[in-house]
């Protein structure tokens, strides 16, 4: 129970980072940067519909699916600003997708990439090399509060629900327009419940073994046994 209270102190800590509310020094590397280190995951993200995100909004893409939401399956909506805030990262920022640009570009920001649930990853970018280098050196870790401070986020359910659950009448009491057309009214399959959401392999990269680089809270509850089942990296 104590572990549980003390994540959702940080957790909330964290809110003021989502769904919106961006610090000013908030710039995004993009997936490719991330992935220099997270080989593993970047690889697994690769064959999911976040990582394939961008695609659905061209014209002819999930025809079902827009029909359903009363949406014109026939258009192209990728510079539609309303579905590009949930379907690209960081959409709205400086240093996000913009309209128009290549969305698998230097960055790489068309998709829903690591950045989207983590947070602006030039905030806390530094602290993970520091950390990584204090281990291979001294085989210290290093305390994870470190990088709340800095600003990753660790609010992941907040960072899900900004777009999963952003629709009127939904139980997000942060939902607020652009509202996704995408909702359990129209199928089932909308209807969002996340610690299912991050065990489905489909949707999340897959888990890999955490080498205790960084250590102490905040850790979600349902880290433990997602780290039960996880792969090891082999570093």
């Known amino acids: 129970m ?19 509310a961006i610090a000013a020094d908030a710039v995004y590397v993009g997936v490719k940067n991330c992935t220099k280190c997270h080989k593993p995951q970047g690889k697994s993200w690769a064959e999911t519909a976040h990582a394939k995100s961008f695609e659905s909004l061209k014209a002819g893409t999930k025809a079902d699916a827009k029909k359903a939401a009363k949406l014109d399956p026939a258009k192209d909506y990728t510079q539609d600003k309303e579905c590009l805030t949930c379907h690209t990262t960081g959409f ?26 983590h947070g602006a990853g030039k905030l806390y970018r530094a602290e993970h090399g520091s950390a990584q280098s204090l281990m291979k050196k001294k085989s210290e870790s290093t305390a994870r509060g470190i990088l709340v ?27 607020k327009p652009p509202y996704t057309p995408f909702t359990p009214n129209v199928d089932p399959k909308y209807h969002f419940e996340f610690d299912k959401f991050v065990r489905n392999g489909d949707a999340m990269h897959e888990h890999y073994k955490l080498k205790d680089i ?22």
């Open 2 to 20: 104590k572990r549980i209270i003390v994540w959702l102190i940080g957790a909330l800590a964290m809110m003021s980072m989502a769904p919106g």
């Open 92 to 117: 709205g920022t400086e240093t996000g997708y913009q309209v128009g640009m290549k969305p698998g570009g230097k960055k790489s920001m068309g998709s829903v990439s690591c950045e989207s649930c």
């Open 214 to 235: 960084f250590t102490g809270d905040p850790v979600p509850p349902i880290r433990v046994e997602l780290q039960k089942t996880a792969h090891d990296t082999l570093k």
């Open 149 to 175: 401070e800095a600003g990753q986020n660790f609010a992941y359910e907040q960072a899900c629900a900004k777009c999963h659950l952003s629709y009127e009448g939904s139980p997000y009491k942060e939902a």
